[in-house]
Structure formats: structure tokens, C-alpha cells
């Protein structure tokens, strides 16, 4: 692909890819740290929590990385999660399960700066023919790593502990400061508008989403989606207890088999936003959550596998198309913002509907929600399908008040500029 031709490209993807790999191989077994210590369901499940809570503060991360340059804000922040995790070197017991939290927490923040900051930088480093495919390799680069990297963090906490696992993540996070201090690029961040309030700049994000018809269908039906999405969660247990009769240790064969659903939903996923557009190409995404919550009402493997690889194939296709639309439909100072916002959109209903999964699922048959997440994404995936708002051909970017900063780059339409 074009992106990889670009040595500082590379540089950025392997940085992510290994400090990516460290901290999905650790913050993945947190929790079965929690529950060695405690013996509590409950205490685990508080990890998922604690990584989830601080998306709450999502338009924060992205005015920070709008305000200040975004590679220093890169080192820095993994330099401070490679100190994080070293504190779980201080864990013992139970009494320490605070520490486990406060990294989850730390894991949280970072997600959403890096996040912020990483996809304003590609917006700087590559021309706007590059972005779409940039996006899908680092999206099947990360979703690649999730068959890998669970199997060994749980290999070397078995082996040697958490404390030796976080050593290891601490190196990764070096890793990526190394491969972050030789990028060379010319970063869009600019200066504040005087006199504006800091709410309303800090919030600048959603108003650019409102005031753009394809972000908005695009985020708004994502964010509709999840609501019912992050059922599957823990749907997913009682479709290997009750439906396969299989032990819940086979949830893990079958997340690899959905990384490798998401690996093929890389690999096709520019050539499907060339023939059928942004919007389509995410309402197809949202269609196969939906084939795959009917799949996984069936009681036999098959069809179980066949979800895994569909829900693999919608997560890409979605998260590829809802990055590169905020990418190219928004002005480079607004990046950090609106792409926060956009993650925002997905992560908080997803979250708010797996604390209802817990709940809804000791009351209902699993089957009854599965068909309730059907319906939900079908109608969904049938408004991007069928009535898709189009893509802006050039970067003419639309203002969503006179006043607001983001006027200062209304308009810019140089169909493909170089940085």
C-alpha cells in the first residue's frame, strides 16, 4: 500500500504496533490479576470500568492534542504510561488492587490522547489519498495483535507475574518514544481564538460533526449502534455456556477467530470505500454485526465461528471509515477534537450497553437480546445503506457557528495537499 512507502509512516506504524502490542498483552490480563487476587468476579469486571470511565473526557484529550504539538505530546505520554505501569511492581495482594485501577484508569487516558494526537498526525504526514489506506493497516495491524497479544500476557503472567509483564509493557512504551523522536513533520496545531471560552472550544469537535452531514449520519448511527452492540459482551458467555455447552475458557479461541474476521476486514476495506463510498461502507460494517448477532442464536459452533469472524470484519470496516471521514472532512486544527468526539460516540454507548448486558442477561433469554441487537443495527445499517449522505469530493470545510474558531480554516480546497 501507498502509506507504506513513506519511511516516516513506517516509523509511526511500528512505534504503535509494539508499544500497541505491551499494552494489549498487559491491560488485557489485569483483570485476571484482579480476580487472582480477590477471588471476585466483581473486582475484575472494576477493571473494564476503570479502562472505559475516562472516555467520558474525551473532548478534553482532544483539545489538548489541537493545543500543543502532538509528537512531544506522543513521547511524553508513553514516557508516563512506561512509568505507570511500573507501579504494578508494587502489587502483592488484595490490598493493592487500587494500583491495578489506577493503571486501568492511567490506560484509559492515554488510549484517548494517543488516539487524539496519533490521528492528527497522520492527517499532517499524508496526502488525502493515503489516509483511508493508512487507516485500515494500522486497523488490522492493532486488530491482528488482539490474536497474539492476550495469548502472550497470559503466557508470561503464568510464567513469571504481573511484575514481569509490566516491565516488559514499560520497554514496548520505549519502544515507541524511540520510534517517535526520528519522525520528521509539519504539525497544523495552532493557537487559540482570543477570547474563546474554553467550553466551547473544548467542545468544538461535536460541532464540527453537527455542521457535517457525513460525519454526522456516520458518527450519530456508529453511536446508535453500540447502544446495543456492547450487549455481545456478556451475551457472548451465556452463547458458549447455554448455546454450545462449551466451558468459558472457549471465549478465547473464539476472540482469535474474530481478530482474524478483523484481519480480513483490513484488507478489503479501501477498496470497499472506493466502490461503494464512506457511508455505505459503514453501513455494510453495522449490516454484519448484525448477521452475526442472528448467528450466534444458533446452538452450534459454525455459526458461532461464523459471527466471530463477522463481528471481526464490522469493527474494522466501521473504525476504518468513522477515522478517515473525521480525517478528511475536518481542517487540520480541529483534528484532535473531532476525532475524539467521534471515539467518544462509539466507546461511551458501547460501555453504557455492557453495564445493561450484565443486568439484562440474568432476565432475559440470550436469544431475546441477540434479536434486540439484530433489529437495532439493521435499521441502523439500512439509513448509511440506503439513504447515504455523500462525501465531500474536496476539503471544503463546513463551520458550525460565525463565531467559533474553527472559521479560521472555513474553507481549503485543495482537493490533494501534500504536507
Known sequence: MKPLADPRFRRLLIGQALSGFGSSALYLTLGIWAKDLTGSNAAAGGVEAALGAPMVLSPLFGHLADRVRRRPLLMVTNALMGLAVLSLLAVRGGDQLWIIYLVAVCYGVAFGVLGAASAG?????????????????????TQGLRILAPLAGVA?????????????????????????????????????????????????????????????????????????????????????????????????????????????GGLTVSALIRRAGMART???????????????????????????????????????????????????????????????LVLVPQSLSLAAGTVLIDRFDYRSLLIVMAAVTACCAAVLVLRPTAALTERTFVTSAPDGPENQEATDSAPSAQH
Do not use: K
Request: charged share 10%; aromatic share 6%; with cysteine.
Open 282 to 344: 459503514a453501513g455494510l460494517g453495522i449490516g454484519a454485526f448484525t448477521l452475526a448477532a442472528l448467528a450466534y442464536c444458533v446452538p452450534h459452533m459454525a455459526f458461532v465461528v461464523a459471527g466471530e469472524v463477522a463481528d471481526g470484519i464490522a469493527i474494522t470496516w466501521l473504525m476504518v471509515v468513522l477515522s478517515s471521514a473525521a480525517q478528511l472532512h475536518t481542517p487540520p486544527r480541529l483534528q484532535g477534537r473531532v476525532n475524539a468526539m467521534c471515539t467518544m
Open 121 to 141: 498526525i497522520r492527517r499532517d504526514l499524508l496526502p488525502d489519498d493515503q489516509l483511508t489506506g493508512a487507516n485500515a493497516i494500522l486497523q488490522t495491524t
Open 156 to 264: 508470561v503472567y503464568a510464567v513469571a507475574g504481573g511484575g514481569t509483564l509490566a516491565v516488559l509493557n514499560s520497554l514496548t512504551f520505549l519502544a515507541a518514544i524511540l520510534a517517535l523522536a526520528g519522525l520528521r513533520v509539519e504539525e497544523s496545531v495552532g493557537p487559540e481564538a482570543s477570547g474563546e471560552p474554553f467550553p466551547r472550544s473544548a467542545l468544538a469537535g461535536l460541532r464540527h460533526i453537527n455542521a457535517t452531514p457525513v460525519l454526522a449520519q456516520i458518527g450519530y448511527a456508529a453511536a446508535c449502534a453500540f447502544c446495543v452492540i456492547g450487549l455481545s459482551q456478556t451475551v457472548m458467555f451465556a452463547v458458549v455456556d447455554e448455546g454450545l455447552g462449551r466451558p468459558p475458557s472457549a471465549l478465547g479461541t473464539l476472540n482469535a477467530v474474530q481478530g482474524v474476521g478483523a484481519v480480513a
